[in-house]
């Protein structure tokens, strides 16, 4: 969808994933994992920024893009608000270059936001934007099928096919979720494999 699309559903509040909080997933997983080594996280589609400032909450370097220049305006408005630090931009994030390679890449409700046909490049963007050692964590909305989106049908068996050949599986799982999303999300958490460890 174009950043014009995604500008208007700012500006005309059409935003039914605004919940005002940060995912339950990624709270409970930076609660249960205190000694996880602190470094750069990449929020790409971060909305109003409720989970960068999860992140930098939890002592990351967190860094939040959007395409729609209004959710980058709230994004910065609320974490100045909240007393936080956190860089945001205005980015494509499947087509622009990020400003540097992050250790960890942070998704909720990116990828089922993101036409199948564009899916192949969302991929490549994470590999982009991810270090050669990087790891990508994902609060995954799972569709079977949809009418109109976004979202966009998404599955496991999708998500398998697309990161498998570039990433190990450290763990997927049911986290807990906002009310009315229960039962409808998972969670994946992937560390870049090397190729030639993919190899053997
Ligand atoms: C469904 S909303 C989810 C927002 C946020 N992650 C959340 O869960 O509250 C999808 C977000 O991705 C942004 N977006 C869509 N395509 C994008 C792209 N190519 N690059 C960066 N952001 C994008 C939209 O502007 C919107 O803020």
């Given at each position: 969808m174009s950043r014009e699309y995604w500008e208007a559903r700012y500006q005309t509040g059409e935003m039914s994933w605004e919940k005002g909080a940060p995912s339950p997933g990624v709270v409970d997983f930076l609660a249960a994992r205190p000694g996880l080594p602190r470094g750069t996280v990449c929020v790409p589609?971060?909305?109003?920024g409720h989970d960068v400032r999860a992140w930098a909450q939890a002592g990351f370097d967190a860094f939040g893009c959007d395409i729609a220049p209004s959710a980058i305006r709230l994004a910065k408005e609320r974490t100045k608000a909240a007393g936080l630090t956190a860089q945001f931009q205005l980015a494509d994030f499947l087509r622009d270059e990020p400003p540097f390679q992050f250790d960890w890449l942070f998704e909720h409700t990116l990828f089922c936001a993101i036409k199948p046909e564009e899916r192949d490049n969302y991929v490549r963007a994470v590999l982009r934007w991810l270090k050669p050692d990087g790891q990508y964590l994902a609060v995954n909305y799972l569709i079977v099928e949809g009418g109109e989106g976004p979202p966009f049908p998404a599955t496991r068996d999708e998500l398998w096919q697309r990161f498998s050949p570039h990433f190990e599986l450290a763990a997927d799982w049911v986290p807990r979720s906002y009310p009315n999303r229960t039962g409808r999300e998972r969670m994946f958490w992937w560390r870049r494999a090397c190729p030639a460890q993919k190899a053997h």
């Open positions: 589609g971060c909305g109003t």
